[in-house]
């Protein structure tokens, strides 16, 4: 069994617990507007994958609690950190303290986990115009970089409001994944025996994407994170009717789509656009392949 920290933190407000809450327990972005304000450390286990866990530490943002993560508490937040994640609100009227706790961070991060990936997530975009959103992304982006150095940021922008949350996540648990290129093999054979336009392989609860195989191209970039978004709100209604997901089938005129469990973890979408190829094979091709991805 493998444990991974995962640091979550930024200043108070910023949404960091209303990420967490939607992308590993089920709320509805409507629902964080219900959050009180995060005490010193929230730690939760998340059982991603047979033998991934993730340890979540939620850490307060109010400055009383930022002051002792870094005075205090330094060596037990900042050690063995796999992950970083630093959350900035857009909305922030008190950018140059917000950049001055981040780089705070950054120098326990360096003293105590320095080999943890760091990731910036510039929050609460849909606040802001959407002809602004790349230009502000882009100079937030830049600022960032810059002061991160020696260290290396990835930045994403996000919102609880649309799929650019699980953009996000999925890139960020993509990097906690074991034997991520095995997997991608896997996937890759697959696609060529099924002969499959695309296979996307989801962590179950979360519905993040975290592997994929694209045999023919597509042109929207953004599909597998829609995909994420959509799938866990029909989730969502369905546990609302006291009914469990279980599997998709949606088809049309030029392709076949299928959602099915592939492991006890994950569920696998798999794309067809060959007409000859029924729905029955296809799904007996899934369920024959489910024991190579366990
Ligand atoms: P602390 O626990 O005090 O550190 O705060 P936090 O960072 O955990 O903030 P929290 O998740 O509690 O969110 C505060 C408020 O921001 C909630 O009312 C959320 O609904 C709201 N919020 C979170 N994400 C977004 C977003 O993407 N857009 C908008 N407009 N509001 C958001």
Redesign the pocket.
Do not use: P
């Given at each position: 069994m493998m444990r991974k920290k995962v640091l979550l933190m930024?200043?108070?407000?910023?949404?960091?617990?209303?990420?967490?809450?939607i992308i590993f327990a089920n709320y509805s972005?409507k629902d964080?507007?219900?959050?009180?304000?995060?005490m010193d450390v929230e730690q939760s286990y998340v059982r991603f994958l047979g033998n991934l866990i993730l340890n979540l530490w939620?850490?307060?943002?109010?400055e009383a609690?930022m002051e002792s993560y870094f005075a205090t508490q330094k060596d037990n937040i900042f050690k063995n950190v796999e992950v970083l994640i630093y959350?900035f609100?857009i909305?922030s009227q008190e950018v140059d303290k917000d950049l001055h706790y981040y780089q705070s961070c950054l120098e326990s991060i360096l003293q105590h986990s320095c080999n943890a990936k760091i990731f910036c997530l510039i929050?609460?975009?849909?606040?802001i115009s959407e002809e602004m959103r790349t230009t502000i992304f882009t100079e937030r982006e830049n600022i960032l970089q810059d002061l991160s150095k020696p260290l290396q940021c990835s930045c994403f922008r996000?919102?609880?409001?649309d799929e650019t949350?699980y953009r996000a996540w999925s890139q960020i648990v993509y990097q906690l994944v074991p034997n991520v290129k095995g997997l991608e093999k896997t996937l890759e054979n697959f696609a060529e025996i099924i002969d499959a336009d695309e296979i996307l392989l989801f962590e179950k609860a979360t519905f993040l994407v975290i592997s994929h195989c694209t045999r023919k191209e597509h042109r929207d970039s953004h599909r597998f994170e829609k995909i994420s978004d959509i799938i866990k709100q029909f989730k969502l209604s369905c546990s609302k009717l006291a009914a469990a997901f279980q599997s998709m089938e949606v088809r049309n005129s030029t392709f076949a789509c299928f959602i099915e469990l592939c492991t006890p973890n994950t569920y696998v979408m798999v794309v067809i656009s060959d007409p000859t190829i029924s729905s029955e094979v296809t799904l007996m091709n899934i369920r024959s392949a489910r024991k190579v991805f366990e």
């Open positions: 930024g200043k108070s407000g910023g949404g960091k617990t209303s990420m967490r809450s972005a964080t507007r219900r959050l009180g304000a995060t939620d850490c307060g943002g109010q609690f959350v609100d909305q929050h609460k975009m849909d606040l996000t919102s609880i409001y949350l």
